[in-house]
Nanobody, 129 residues
Framework: QVQLVESGGGLVQAGGSLRLSCAAS????????MGWFRQAPGQEREFVAA????????YYADSVKGRFTISRDNAKNTVYLQMNSMKPDDTAVYYC??????????????????????WGQGTQVTVSS
């Protein structure tokens, strides 16, 4: 059983930056792919970014590419989402997720919710215009 706790959300002005953290426990973090999703009010949850367990491959939604960066520190069992040049459309609850199955999936699979079997409780991010 893997537990995930997100932190770092808050209120920021458009053009500003935030860094989200997600601390994992209860599993072997270095073996897991990690991801971030978000859900805006009245919208479905959507993919934001993902990173393979090796850290060598990263994937981003087109809407955040070039502005957001996912990274991980396996020694701290933590995954991060650095968000720069933020826009009001980035306002959402942000969730981190774990793929604890060590099967190698194609990168496109991580854009769906299918491989993600553990989720955090979410952290609110609000971007004011």
């Amino acid at each position: 059983q893997v537990q995930l706790v997100e932190s770092g959300g808050g209120l920021v002005q458009a053009g500003g930056s935030l860094r989200l953290s997600c601390a994992a426990s209860g599993g072997t973090f270095s073996r897991y792919a990690m991801g971030w999703f978000r859900q805006a009010p009245g919208q479905e949850r959507e993919f934001v970014a993902a990173m393979r367990r090796s850290g060598g491959n990263t994937y981003y939604a087109d809407s955040v590419k070039g502005r957001f960066t996912i990274s991980r520190d396996n020694a701290k069992n933590t995954v991060y989402l650095q968000m720069n040049s933020m826009k009001p459309d980035d306002t959402a609850v942000y969730y981190c997720a774990v793929d604890s199955d060590t099967t190698y999936y194609s990168g496109s699979y991580y854009y769906t919710e299918a491989p993600w079997d553990y989720w955090g409780q979410g952290t609110q991010v609000t971007v004011s215009s």
